[in-house]
Nanobody, 125 residues
Framework: HVRLAESGGGSVQTGGSLSLSCAVSVYARSTSAMAWFRQVPGKEREGVAGLYTTSNIPYYATSVLGRFTIAYDNSKNTLYLQMHKLKPEDTAMYYC??????????????????WGQGTQVTVSS
């Protein structure tokens, strides 16, 4: 498994922006599919955005389309999530995830074998 380390969470007001990073330490196979998920206490983990690191073609959840941007920098082995026009309902612990191969669906946790420790995003109204 690879080791993932998120950073960049914090607190902002509605309409604000935050940028998350996920540093990938590769000890074994390279990553293929990567994604950002979020979770609030008592609810299931929700897929936010995903991509294949070779193509960088993104896939977004409807709830964040047009506000969030996911990208992977191969030179830095880092996954990013830029978040704009944040809403209180975006408040959650955000996790990055990685899979060594293809996944059935970017926004479903099945298939991802490596997870970061999470970074908290809080949006106040």
């Amino acid at each position: 498994h690879v080791r993932l380390a998120e950073s960049g969470g914090g607190s902002v007001q509605t309409g604000g922006s935050l940028s998350l990073s996920c540093a990938v330490s590769v000890y074994a196979r390279s990553t293929s599919a990567m994604a950002w998920f979020r979770q609030v206490p008592g609810k299931e983990r929700e897929g936010v955005a995903g991509l294949y690191t070779t193509s960088n073609i993104p896939y977004y959840a409807t709830s964040v389309l047009g506000r969030f941007t996911i990208a992977y920098d191969n030179s830095k082995n880092t996954l990013y999530l830029q978040m704009h026009k944040l809403k209180p309902e975006d408040t959650a612990m955000y996790y990055c995830a990685a899979a060594p191969g293809t996944v059935e669906h970017f926004l479903r946790p099945n298939g991802y074998v490596s997870w970061g420790q999470g970074t908290q995003v809080t949006v106040s109204s």
